[in-house]
């Protein structure tokens, strides 16, 4: 049987501490590759480098792993890694784990779910595993439930459209009220930005911003996660409103 | 009666043709704000800038107009333009016109698609638009449609998390076969990285393809312009795979 080949990718750079948990779950599973942003690239959305030339540096992690840092984005990795770093195409790409959830109207953002959908475009199964928290680093459930559904689909293939988008708790697995399979939720962030004058008394601008949950259906991303189940939302790309396609063909589109 | 606001922006950058043309386009239909990237932001996707601040600077266009440059993405400028530079919310984003077609796949890549999704994560009504030529600059067909377009969004509405995506052929008005309602179509890029070696001996890697034509329905993006038709493509950003929910309910999903 012929060797599982594995891409192992990421958006928060390849020495973020969620990759190498990320290279450590999938361990045995197949011929491992790492390649990732030599920077952390997070909210990056689905940017590809089209203006300026791509570089590869060889990364050894000390009690680590063996990788590639590619000074691009997520999709720029996948990209380069299947079509001039590995020996064969992946099988699978599994990208993560990230620090925060990349749920919601926040998917459209992420970059550890374009690594996902780049993998898709390239006809790839692809995973995308977020720990839905920036301060609490509980990384040993998420490995878990990452090594089990690589292993799930490699089993049963993903439709050739669709990637899986994966958002655990930082909790333990005993504390885990589910494993269940969700819709992507509305919830957006409310904005602001905080201008300040720098010392060169320029203005500038940070954006900041609280989320606000609109969704209540019991099916949706960030309720499962609130009440500390394992959300599995599977992603296409098709994005056409077949819902609204009828009534803007009946729009006086002539000018 | 109260004016309406209208924002215009782009991806190519607020020194691009394009921007001038739809900036034009949409005079006399209201209070009208150009903001947009300082420089071109190409295959962004749809990224955000939170790890640097933005800055905005003032910008005049000789025998153009004036406006606001961002040293950001086309979404960082329609969050910051509708927060922090606008009197007051716009009431409709035109995102355009750009340079290139943004069909099908690409639609993921697309920096003029994202602006528009920005606006349309407010719940402003918002608008893309693409002349399909990078060579042919043949604006006056799109500048034309643009401004129906507009005039047709201001008075119907749109679904709230729905925004048009349209694209037009570099022709002349006469030679228009059609305005169609479109799905956006399957059609993917066949990617190869063109290796080199700087004069210091190191390997870089330039991005190439060409676009593979997948789709042969004719009610697809693609597919309309290849016949000399407007195509007007509704878009949302539930990434949801509604088809696959139930068959993935089914997988063993407890590690």
């Known amino acids: 049987m012929e060797t599982i080949a594995i891409l192992v990718t990421n958006d928060d750079g390849i020495y973020a501490p ?6 450590e779950a999938v361990e045995g599973l197949g011929d491992i590759s790492v390649v990732a942003p030599i920077t952390e690239k997070s909210a990056v959305g689905h ?11 060889e990364v050894e992690r000390n009690g680590g792993f063996f990788g590639y840092g590619v000074n691009g984005t997520p999709a720029d990795c996948v990209k380069i890694a299947a079509r001039c770093i590995m020996d064969k195409r992946p099988d699978i790409v599994v990208s993560g784990i990230n620090m925060g959830s990349n749920t919601a109207t ?25 720990l839905t928290s920036y301060t609490r680093p509980e990384f040993s459930f998420a490995r878990k439930i990452a090594r089990h559904l690589v292993n799930q689909v490699l089993k ?11 958002n ?15 819709k992507q939720g509305k ?28 969704d209540s ?14 959300s599995i939302t599977p992603i296409q790309y098709d994005l056409t409103d077949y819902a609204f396609l009828k009534e803007l063909s009946t729009w006086n589109l002539k000018p």
Chains 1, 2 share one sequence.
């Open 18 to 23: 969620g990759i190498l948990h990320l290279r």
């Open 47 to 57: 940017a590809i480098t089209v203006s300026d030339p791509l570089r590869v540096v």
């Open 106 to 130: 926040n998917v459209i953002y992420s970059g550890t779910v374009s690594a996902a959908a780049e993998g898709t475009i390239m006809y790839i199964p692809s995973i995308a595993v977020s």
């Open 156 to 166: 049963h293939g993903l439709p050739k459209d669709t990637l899986l988008n994966v």
């Open 168 to 182: 655990v708790p930082p909790i333990r697995e005993e504390e885990c009220k589910g494993i269940v399979v969700t």
């Open 187 to 214: 919830a957006r962030y409310e904005e602001q930005f905080d201008m300040r004058t720098d010392p060169h008394n320029r203005t500038y601008y940070w954006l900041t911003g609280k989320k606000m949950t609109l």
């Open 217 to 230: 259906a019991e099916d949706v991303d960030d309720v499962a996660i609130a009440q500390n189940k394992v």
